[in-house]
């Protein structure tokens, strides 16, 4: 090994523990996925959407059939989803064997964060949130948690003869 190799070792050693040091100075909130939290303040209108397609782009195990949970923000609750979506950095994800550039917010009501089908498929702009959810017993326990005095509105594709 020459000198100049054996002199880069501990400067490499150095680095890597400088570096360590630096990262474990951050709080605990600079590691923490961004969140939003919902509630019946933040949220006018509910809506739950019962979807059945025989080929749909997110593979479910039930053979096309999801929910789409819905819910209409306030102006206020949408102005600081906004700001949060505009402070979040893009993130690569992997979902149905393909990657995703995503703003990756983990979306709450009372601090637990509602469940979703593959977070690549949620929608939250500043308008509303669209959340994917396979089974239609989680969609309604998900809207009753947000707001539990708000009757969600109910839709299918489905036809009455089907």
């Not at 090994?1 to 990262?23: D, E, F, K, N």
């Not at 990756?104 to 669209?130: E, F, M, Y």
Request: net charge neutral.
């Amino acid at each position: 090994m020459s000198a100049a190799g054996a002199a880069s070792a501990p400067q490499r050693l150095l680095g890597t523990l400088l570096l360590a040091v630096l990262l474990s100075a951050l709080p605990p909130s600079a590691w923490a996925q961004p969140e939003f939290s919902v509630s019946c303040e933040k949220v006018t209108k509910i809506r739950i959407t019962h979807i059945s397609a025989p080929m749909t782009l997110v593979k479910m195990p039930n053979q096309g059939r999801f929910h789409l949970l819905t819910m209409w923000l306030t102006p206020e609750a949408g102005d600081a989803l906004q700001a949060l979506r505009d402070a979040t950095p893009w993130e690569q994800m992997r979902a149905e064997d393909q990657e995703f550039t995503v703003k990756n917010i983990l979306v709450t009501a009372d601090g637990v964060p509602l469940k979703t089908a593959s977070p690549v498929w949620n929608t939250l702009n500043r308008r509303q949130i669209v959340l994917l959810i396979v089974r239609e017993e989680d969609a309604l326990e998900a809207a009753r948690r947000v707001c539990p005095t708000l009757e969600p509105e109910r839709l299918s594709n489905e036809r009455p003869d089907q």
